[in-house]
């Protein structure tokens, strides 16, 4: 079956401090990956997407960004963070090609920039 | 733009009772909507999946309508419970080609079920 793992769960960090979250799935192939944030009392934000390695789509532009160095792993980078930064995270994966497949989610990062 | 608007923006009902989430979306073309559960500080899970030619999908106490005319769902729950309380999330998926499978998401009703 296939997993996805996030971490870490929590994060504490001061502004201007860097920034790197990652994401990994097992029991899966050339999956679709996804970075999402979740502000409070806002919905889902996709901030980038990944159909595969090196490959990244930045939908919004910002402070982050998004790498792909192995098939199954992505990852949130930031050099400087800024407190509008804060929010949850979420990285999730699809199965590539099929419209109608499900996203799977990670459990989430929390991150409050102080 | 494409958008999904939902409402209420919070509800707080009786364990017990049924309750009607609404969902209206703009995104065209359009490949099929999912109704997620986000309980808090956890990520979404899929509740029920519907294209464009489907009108209704049932998953247990969750039922799903779909108006692809209006562009409108709802989210039915019977029989509340306390562990019905979380976040409901309408997701639709654009018809796109080139792959990315682009999720747009609506901001959520917070359903609260109380004792």
């Known amino acids: 079956s296939q997993t996805i793992h996030q971490w870490p769960a929590t994060l504490v960090q001061p502004v201007g401090s860097p920034l790197s979250l990652e994401c990994t799935v097992e029991?899966?192939?050339?999956?679709?990956l996804y970075w999402y944030r979740q502000a409070a009392g806002r919905g889902l934000q996709l901030l980038f997407y990944?159909?595969?390695?090196?490959?990244i789509s930045s939908e919004v532009p910002q402070n982050l960004s998004a790498s792909r160095p192995q098939d199954r792993q992505f990852i949130l980078s930031s050099k400087k963070l800024l407190l509008s930064d804060s929010g949850f995270y979420l990285c999730?994966?699809?199965?590539?090609?099929?419209?109608?497949?499900?996203?799977?989610f990670g459990q989430g990062t929390r991150l409050t920039v102080v | 733009k494409n958008q999904v608007e939902q409402s209420p923006q919070s509800l707080i009902i009786l364990e017990g009772k049924n309750c009607t989430l609404q969902c209206n979306y703009t995104v065209s073309p359009f490949s099929n909507l999912r109704w997620y559960k986000q309980d808090t500080g956890r990520g979404p899970v899929s509740l029920t999946i519907m294209t464009f030619s489907e009108n209704t999908k049932s998953n247990g106490r969750y039922t799903a309508t779909l108006d692809a005319d209006t562009k409108q769902s709802s989210l039915h729950i019977t029989a509340s419970q306390l562990s019905d309380s979380a976040s409901y999330i309408c997701?639709?998926?654009?018809?796109?080609?080139?792959?990315?499978?682009?999720?747009?998401f609506g901001t959520g009703t917070q359903l609260k079920v109380e004792l």
């Open positions: 990944s159909v595969g390695i090196g490959q």
């Open positions: 997701v639709v998926t654009p018809k796109l080609t080139g792959g990315g499978n682009k999720l747009t």
């Open positions: 029991g899966t192939s050339n999956p679709n």
């Open positions: 999730a994966w699809a199965i590539s090609g099929r419209m109608n497949t499900e996203a799977f």
